[in-house]
């Protein structure tokens, strides 16, 4: 079983900033991507950031230069520092990590978001 933690969602005025912090525990051998997407009200689950093991980082053309996703030394662990944030951000975050399992498969596991809103 992987399980997937987030934190550090809340309210933020608009040009503010918040870190969020994703934590995978579990069964897990080794992670080949993290990252982070997500869904405002009425709208489409969308990729905000991920990076993979080669090093490729993606972002969401609407959070270029503004996001920015790493990891931690332990390699099961996704920051996502957002600056300059604007209403348009409000959603619920959810964490994403493709991870190879300790019994031989891939699996793509989920977090059950953190609430992010942007308002002044």
């Known amino acids: 079983q992987v399980q997937l933690v987030e934190s550090g969602g809340g309210l933020v005025q608009p040009g503010g900033s918040l870190r969020l912090s994703c934590a995978a525990s579990?069964?897990?051998?080794?992670?080949?991507?993290m990252g982070w997407y997500r869904q405002a009200p009425g709208k489409e689950r969308e990729l905000v950031a991920r990076?993979?093991?080669?090093?490729?980082?993606d972002y969401a053309d609407s959070v270029k230069g503004r996001f920015t996703i790493s990891t931690d030394n332990a390699e099961n662990t996704v920051y996502l520092e957002m600056s300059s944030l604007k209403p348009e951000d409000t959603a619920v975050y959810y964490c994403?990590?493709?991870?190879?399992?300790?019994?031989?498969?891939?699996?793509?596991?989920w977090g059950q978001g953190t609430q992010v809103t942007v308002s002044s």
């Open positions: 994403n990590a493709l991870v190879f399992t300790t019994i031989g498969i891939f699996a793509s596991c």
């Open positions: 579990g069964s897990i051998r080794s992670t080949n991507e």
């Open positions: 990076i993979r093991s080669s090093g490729i980082i």
